[in-house]
């Protein structure tokens, strides 16, 4: 209705209903789609053929209103369940406009990555005036559950708001089941810088999501933070983030105040990471280890640790490089100066003192399948002693052999001049020790030549170490914490 040659208002309803709509790579079933149009047209200015921005004729203003629902849509490879759409799109004769917009959906399939519960909110405005473009624009997005190939993100929430003028600038809120970052971006034609802000936070907030890819640890205290920055354009990203007071139980074992910082650099193709120190106060693993420290860096790619350094029964284990891949290698563990009292004490054999120092040297396999050990060699450092005092074996042994006390009672109290073992450990935790000791009973005045050879399962040993009182106690209280 109207001037023709002077201002048209335009009004229509139009609404489509369908069992099926669809053409080469769009399929939607049961569509039901409304729309509540409004507009005027400025004959004169739409005459002139006047375009704003070369797309917009001048003299266009309006408003549109959308109401749909599209029971199941499917394009190309992706498919939408129980979706919705509805908005309202407003053009102002001032050339203003104001976009609203709000899109639902019970799920949302692409091959094997899934959204359950979407719903997403825009809202656009500005002005398409001659001159410079310039808009705001701020939205929500929430999904209940994202289910990737090998991980689900649960209660995902982002709230995002940005500028555009030249280009566009935009920061996103992202809250993923409480664990929280910023990503603030820039787009423009040469470039998209980007950051990612992921401020510190509690380590037990990412329990969901290690328990994706190792589900036998169970954080039990620290904090982290990370930041990103980079561009989009080449996903070449620098990476700054660390990890203070972790602390875990990882199959049994206690994991104390571990603390790590991380600088590095991320694109397409590898990971680059500069040397840096791995510090881990103590380890419950059956044994204590403590001081645990080691330089994290890359090489070609491949992480890896090097200059590691521990302290256990006493003394000091050091492996010069490990790689951080499943791929089969060898790792060559040297032993300093280990208390061989307290490698006797952890094996709780009563009635049995050993004194002394050992250092050797182990090359340790490591592969998919397990950890072994072929020709390893300890042996000792300095003078050592050896005691046997109301050692059960050793007493039955007497008693069944009377002709060997002589022999045997040498043991009681021998003085270990030297000391060398051959160390070869199973896959399955078997350790067997050919043992050669060289010594004398000064009470006796007897020298000795001693050889034997020693079988245990080491992690049936050590298994049992971990269960006693002392671990089980660091163990309850971990968790207890974890509950609180």
Same mark, same amino acid.
């Given at each position: 209705m109207g001037d023709p040659t002077k201002l048209i208002t335009v009004e229509a309803q139009? #609404?489509?209903? +369908?069992?099926? %709509? +669809?053409?080469?790579?769009?399929?939607?079933? @049961?569509? #039901?789609?409304?729309?509540? %149009?409004? *507009?005027?047209?400025?004959?004169?200015?739409?005459k002139s053929g006047h375009l704003l921005h070369r797309v917009l004729p001048e003299g266009m203003s309006f408003a549109i209103t959308l109401d749909s629902k599209l029971q199941n849509l499917s394009v190309e490879n992706v498919t939408a369940k129980q979706s919705a759409l509805s908005g309202r799109v407003v053009l102002e004769p001032t050339h203003d406009f104001d976009i609203n917009l709000t899109l639902t959906s019970a799920q949302i399939q692409q091959q094997s990555y899934k959204l359950n519960e979407f719903a997403q909110t825009l809202h656009w405005q500005g002005s398409v005036a001659t001159g410079e473009i310039f808009s705001t624009l701020s939205g929500n997005t929430k999904v209940a559950e994202v289910n990737l190939a090998d991980l689900s993100l649960k209660n995902v929430s982002i709230d995002s708001k940005g500028q555009q003028s030249r280009g566009l600038m935009a920061s996103h809120v992202v809250n993923i089941d409480g664990v929280k970052a910023l990503l603030e971006h820039q787009y423009s034609s040469l470039k998209h810088p980007a950051q990612i802000h992921v401020p510190t936070q509690q380590l037990t907030q990412l329990q969901p999501y290690i328990d994706a890819f190792l589900p036998n640890l169970k954080i039990t205290h620290g904090n982290f933070y990370a930041v990103l920055e980079g561009d989009l354009s080449t996903r070449i990203f620098t990476l700054d983030g660390s990890v203070q007071n972790g602390s875990a139980l990882f199959n049994e074992r206690l994991i104390q105040n571990a603390a790590i910082d991380v600088f590095g650099l991320i694109s397409s193709a590898n990971i680059q990471l500069k040397p840096t120190t791995l510090s881990v106060e103590e380890l419950r693993a059956g044994v204590i280890v403590q001081a645990i420290t080691g330089q994290l860096f890359s090489e070609a790619g491949v992480a890896k640790l090097k200059d590691i350094n521990a302290q256990v029964f006493a003394g000091n284990v050091g492996i010069d490089e490990v790689s951080l891949v499943s791929t089969p290698q060898v790792v060559q563990v040297s032993l300093d100066k280990l208390s061989l009292d307290l490698i =006797? =004490?952890?094996?709780?054999? *009563?009635?049995?003192?050993?004194?002394?120092?050992? #250092?050797?040297?182990?090359?340790?396999? !490591? +592969? +998919? &399948?397990? !950890?072994?050990?072929? &020709?390893?060699?300890?042996? @000792?450092?300095?003078?050592?002693?050896?005691k046997v005092e109301n050692n059960a074996s050793i007493n039955a042994l007497k008693e069944q052999q009377p002709s060997l006390q002589t022999v045997i009672g040498v043991l009681d109290e021998l003085t270990i001049e030297q000391l060398s073992s051959g160390v070869n450990l199973s896959e399955d935790g078997w350790l067997d020790l050919d043992v050669k000791i060289t010594g004398i009973n000064k009470l006796q005045q007897q020298p000795v030549n001693f050889n034997y050879t020693h079988s245990e399962n080491v992690f049936t040993l050590l298994r049992a170490l971990r269960l006693s009182d002392e671990i089980t106690r660091e163990v309850e209280n971990a968790l207890n914490k974890e509950e609180r």
């Open positions: 139009p #609404s489509i209903f +369908s069992t099926q %709509l +669809s053409t080469s790579d769009l399929v939607i079933d @049961n569509p #039901s789609l409304t729309f509540d %149009l409004h *507009a005027q047209l400025d004959v004169p200015k739409l =006797a =004490a952890s094996g709780h054999d *009563a009635g049995v003192e050993l004194r002394g120092l050992i #250092s050797g040297k182990l090359p340790v396999q !490591v +592969s +998919s &399948s397990g !950890v072994r050990i072929d &020709s390893g060699h300890i042996h @000792n450092v300095g003078e050592g002693l050896l």
